[in-house]
């Protein structure tokens, strides 16, 4: 019997020996080539670099296990007769294709993100039509795809010469015998999926090691299947009736009225005595706008906002703003809700997100117009159905007539294009006699940064100076023409990025890199300032209705920056696993596996060093992210 399972382990099943063989190569080079790319960030050194590879090496074993699920299956169920060399060269080319074609796209995602596979590649999965256009309009894929054909052919030309696949096409076996050998190679991935966490390269302090440490596809797989974090099972956390104790305490304001109904209430009345202002409001939310692009933010990049630069001078200003996230909708989402970020998928991405307490809600209420207007396809990221379900008209590029569009790439229309239908369904809001607010999302600032040539001095698709200076240029032009509009002594022109250009960096959470701007203009409205507190995303919205004079009932988490007091200064930033708190000179920064660490933070010079724990900035830290992720599974931030 051992014989027999033995002669077919070395047959048939040899093909698993060089799929393996193939996918540790490519894993190897793969890493030391991502290693190379980011050699000044990477922590060198002995002890550093066999973490690194051994620890890589397991991870690839695991990524392989998952990976022969359907060799196995397909080794198991074909027959002797069908097993012909063809079938051997067909099944060897697929499976190192697909192989080699995932090495050459980590290289390309690590390029953009600087990261191993996450939630953006499972949504890069799911929006295909956006992201091959993206791709094929970035990269020169043809080139590329030749290569791995080549590279492929080679291998499977190796394998011929050496007459290894004669060996495989001539062997003999039972069904019954393959299913007793299948069972147990298939407990591999099922021993890995019940046993491995991703979470166990992530012990290091540099971010960069971390990743490397990792395999891409086992990041895929442990991104699909996470797509949401339970708070209270993977974090540090305290007693809810605690939380929400200090909750309000910390939520508490100099013209706020706690009115909530039991513990877990946290409606408060917001008291902005004198006549209510009904100026329309413009949110024009501009994609990966990073400080470090904007002079006035200390850029070191030459003039690349020249249009943004001067409008600050006449402009409410922040200057000490920073993004909640890494990613469009998780900014969308904490200026509609006004709530610290949840772990995992953003919140316009989960079931049971219409009819929530919103920004848009309250507009609707004091009688606004509502329309989200976006330069791609609203169902990207489920946009569309999350502004529908919240009270907006939506409008994206499927709406624009032929003529409309002048210019276009995978992701949307050009900022010109975009901002031209804004400026068109203001007029018609006016016209409606109705105030209005309009929250435009571009997208020509992402990646293959393509926009109409000719209008700023960088050529189209060089590089993102180039895509930021034409966003900027764009928002110049619609400046000018906003203000021969009739309604524009009676509206405000918000400009916020989404989330910066890049999160990467050494350390946990490159703190520095989530600064963004945010600029509200209208001089005959706003009188011209500057603003230090330091604040983030889910402060817009209460901010907005403090310039308004609005008094309202409110479960929002942010605050008025404008109102806020020293004592109440602080900020949020994250990604989809690390949930960080800023206040005064201390990031705390909350992991899965209930991990806190402690920081030390230069906002001037974006430098950091570790920190001894701080009960109190831990405490903070856990009510405001475990409260929002409470009112959020409770569902006690709907609309009543």
Known sequence: MEERIRKIVNTRYAILIW?????????????????????????????????????????????????????????????????????????????FFII??????????????????NFIAVDYLVYTTEVLGNINQSYPIPYIISAIVVLNLAIIYFLVRSKKLNVISESKSTLRTRMKIAPFLLLLPLLAYSTVNYTWAEKGKNRYNNELAKNGVYSLFAAFFSNELDYETFYAKRGNPDNFKDLNILLKSANSTAKGT??????????????????????????????????????????????????????????????????????????ALSAPPKPGQSVIKRANNENMFSMGQIFKQKGYALKFIYGGNGYFDNMNSFYENNGYSTIDKNDFTKGEITFANAWGMCDQDLLNRVLKESDSSFAGGKPFLNLAMTTSNHRPFTYPEGMVDIPSGKNREGAVKYCDYAIGEFI???????????????????????SAGQAELPFMDYRIPLIIYNPGLVAPQKIDKLCSQIDVAPTLFGLLNWSYESKFFGKDIIKMEPAEERAFIANYQKLGYIKNDRLTILSPQEKVTYYKIDRTNGTTEVAPKDQGLLNEAITYYQSANYVYKNRLNKWN
């Open 100 to 117: 080699l074609f995932n090495g050459v796209s980590e290289y390309f995602f690590w390029e953009e993100f600087g990261v191993r596979y």
């Open 480 to 502: 000018k023409k906003a203000s021969q509009k009739p309604w524009f002594g009676n509206t405000l022109i918000v400009v916020m990025a989404d989330h910066c250009a890049g």
């Open 19 to 95: 799929m393996l063989v193939v996918f540790l190569a490519t894993a190897f080079v793969s890493r030391t080539v991502l290693m190379g790319f980011s050699f000044k960030e990477v922590e060198m050194g002995i002890l550093p670099l066999l973490k690194i590879y051994l620890l890589g090496l397991f991870f690839d074993l695991v990524a392989f296990s998952y990976f022969m699920i359907p060799i196995v299956l397909i080794l198991t169920f074909v027959t002797d007769r069908a097993l012909k060399k063809w079938f051997l060269y067909l099944l060897f080319f697929i499976t």
């Open 262 to 335: 039991d513990q877990f209430d946290v409606t408060r009345l917001i008291s902005n005595p004198g006549e209510e202002k009904k100026y329309n409001v413009i949110f024009i939310t501009v994609e990966s706008l990073s400080g470090e692009f904007l002079e006035y933010l200390g850029s070191k990049k030459g003039k690349l906002t020249p249009n943004l630069d001067t409008l600050v001078n006449h402009a409410l200003l922040f200057t000490n703003f920073y993004a909640v996230g890494t990613r469009t909708i998780w900014g969308l989402e904490a200026v």
